[in-house]
């Protein structure tokens, strides 16, 4: 399968997170974190040959996994802890359940994000009451401003990830797993810093060691593959991903010690696949997720043989700026064959687009827009350049309108 990482080399395990931790932190959210529903996924189902089943954290609070891990490391703080405040680094998903957590238990909270993160995210973290301020272009960026304020000013560095009692919180999502399906024999979930894997990978492998447990990582912010064959964190020097979410330059040190001993395979999916599969969760499954949380929907979809049933994919963070949905639906029909840019040559006369279009229509392919170029220099002084959105119904149907084209003699080129 591609993107598989060579797991099974044993890193130095520094620091454990248990089942009894894991146990306890549970206990500490009763009444904090809602226990998310599993629903069916019948179109991945299909593929894999099997039941797949969502495991809904995008319908938790604040959206995302996240306040599980965050409400625990604020719930075990002194009160002399408490007093200093907190601060924390994150895209939106960790700032939203930082500050859900410090409101819930009066704590200040001061959230760093990158210059550049989405809207919704941010007006969520303020309305939860934390102090948002913008540092750098990535969470690793964030993150350094945050050790530096907390340097400054004594509060707590509350990480997304590199902590013992996030994972343990995070690893909740894997007690709820084995409870919602006990037959469970695949459990696939996305990856970015790691402390949702080494969670879930803990809880589950405790309990039921012969459950395969699979990270999905975007393959333009993969560091664990590297990491895990150096057997030690590896920073990434560039990172290019939709999925902002999961978009983390290096592992931290305790999820990566859990996920090098305990998880059974890292895998990557390319923007292409996380936007098919948004598309897909929205029309078939009826969810809102953002793309970093369709990692794991990617590659279940992309590669349904490698993963035996009954699957549970870990499906989080519906907090996606409408404007990114709007383009990544585009991208995601597009990457399926359901919506293509067309750039054609015409002769500059009356009558050309008019043919074009009847070419278009002929081959059921509906028009969504169209545009005149005439001042191309590519372009000689009789001809104009048009170019034709046009919705299809796939792959098969979208060839079928290029030859169709091409047949009445048009010199097509196909766009983004």
């Known amino acids: 399968m591609p993107g598989a990482a060579g797991i099974g080399q044993t890193a130095a395990v520094t620091h454990r997170v248990d089942l009894a931790d894991i146990q306890a932190a549970r206990t500490l959210l009763k009444g ?7 629903r069916p996924a019948r179109w991945l189902a299909e593929k894999v040959g099997g039941p797949v089943d969502l495991k809904c954290e995008n319908l938790q609070r604040a959206g995302s996994f996240k306040v599980r891990g965050a409400y625990v490391r604020l719930a075990r703080l002194s009160e002399e802890e408490r007093a200093r405040g907190v601060v924390a680094a994150s895209a ?31 007006t969520a973290t303020r309305g939860y009451g934390a102090d948002v301020r913008f ?21 707590v560095l509350v990480h997304p990830f590199d902590h013992e009692d996030v994972v343990a919180g995070q690893g909740t999502v894997g007690l709820e797993i084995l409870e919602q ?103 078939r499954g009826k969810l809102v997720v953002e793309p970093a949380g369709a990692a794991g929907l990617a590659a279940v979809a992309e590669h349904p043989d490698a993963f035996e049933p009954p699957v549970v994919i870990v499906v989080s963070g519906g907090n996606v700026d409408p404007l990114l949905l709007l383009r990544v639906i585009r991208h995601g029909l597009a990457a399926a064959g359901r919506f293509s840019t067309l750039r054609v040559c015409l002769p500059d006369q009356p009558g050309s687009l008019a043919a074009v279009l009847a070419t278009l229509a002929a081959a059921d392919a509906n028009v969504v827009e169209v ?11 009789d001809e104009v350049e048009i170019e034709v959105q046009v919705e299809t119904r796939g792959p098969v149907h979208r060839d079928a309108v290029l030859e169709a084209l091409e047949e009445a003699g048009y010199r097509v080129i196909v766009g983004n």
Do not use: W
């Open 32 to 38: 904090v974190a809602r226990e998310t529903p599993m």
């Open 92 to 122: 939106g998903n960790h700032a939203q359940g930082v500050a859900l957590a410090a409101a819930t238990l009066g704590v200040a909270a001061t959230v760093f994000m990158p210059v550049g993160a989405p809207l919704p995210k941010v």
């Open 135 to 155: 540092a750098g272009a990535t969470v690793d960026e964030a993150l350094v401003a945050a050790r530096e304020f907390a340097a400054e000013t004594g509060a």
């Open 181 to 283: 399906r006990p037959d469970v024999r695949t459990v696939v979930v996305c990856t970015g810093g790691g402390g949702l894997l080494a969670g879930i990978a803990v809880a589950v492998k405790s309990v039921r060691p012969d459950v395969r447990v699979v990270g999905v990582q975007a393959a333009g912010a993969a560091a664990y593959p590297a990491s895990l064959a150096a057997g030690h964190p590896i920073p990434l020097e560039r990172m290019s991903t939709i999925a902002d979410g999961i978009a983390v330059g290096c592992p931290g040190t305790v999820p990566f010690a859990l996920v090098a001993d305990l998880v059974d395979d890292i895998v990557t999916v390319d923007d292409a696949a996380m936007a098919r599969a948004l598309v897909s969760t929205l029309e």
């Open 371 to 381: 545009e005149h170029a005439r001042l191309d220099p590519r372009l000689s002084l």
